[in-house]
C-alpha cells in the first residue's frame, strides 16, 4: 500500500487537471470539436494492486496508448480505455460509427493523436513543477487484457498514480484512465517536489 496525504492526491490531481486542460484545448483546435475533459478521481496504488482499482477494465479488453518518460523521474504513462469507450470516442470526434470491434488504421491514428496529446500535455505539467523538460518515447498503441498493456518489468510496489479522465464531446460522456507507473524512487521524488511546492 502506498500511504499518501489528503494535500498530495489533491495536488496531483490539482497538476493532472493543469495538463489536460492545456490538452482539451489543444483537441478543441486540432480537432474542430468542442472537448470537455475532467479529472473527477485521483489514486495512488501499488503496481501489485492495479487489477482490483479499474473495476470493469479488469475483465475486458482495453484500448491503450502508452508512452514511457524519462529525466528526474522515469516511469510509463498510459491512455487506456474500455473498447466501448475507445470506439464511442473516435466515432464522435471522427464523425462515423464504427460497425466493428476492431478499429482501422484511421481510427487507431485519431485515438493515437488524442492519447499522445493528453499524456505529453499531463507529463508536461508536471516537468513544469520539477522545473525541468521530461523526454518520452514515441506513443504506442495497443489492444488487449489490461494485465498485458500494463505488463513491464515494474516491481511490485512500485507506485502506480491513477486518474479517471471524463471527456464530454457533443453532449456524448466517455470515460478513460490515465495511468502513470513509476520506477522505484521516482514517485518519491515527485512526491517530494509536491511537498516543497506547497510548503513555499
Sequence with gaps: MIVTSPELKDA???????????????????????????????????FSDIDNSLGVMRTTPVSAVRLSFRGPINGVSSLVFPPDSASKLVDVLIGEESFSDDLDALKIGTLSEVGNIILNAVMAAFGNLLETRLTYSIPAYVEGSIASVLHLEMERSAPVLSATTRFTVESYRVEGE????????????LKH???AALSA
Design 12 to 46: 496531483l490531481k490539482e497538476i493532472i487537471n493543469i495538463g489536460v486542460g492545456k490538452a482539451a484545448g489543444m483537441l478543441n483546435d486540432l480537432l474542430n470539436n468542442h472537448i470537455t475533459l475532467e479529472v473527477p478521481h485521483v489514486d495512488v496504488i501499488s
Design 193 to 195: 517536489a509536491v511537498d
Design 178 to 189: 490515465i495511468i502513470l507507473l513509476f520506477e522505484i524512487g521516482s514517485f518519491d521524488y
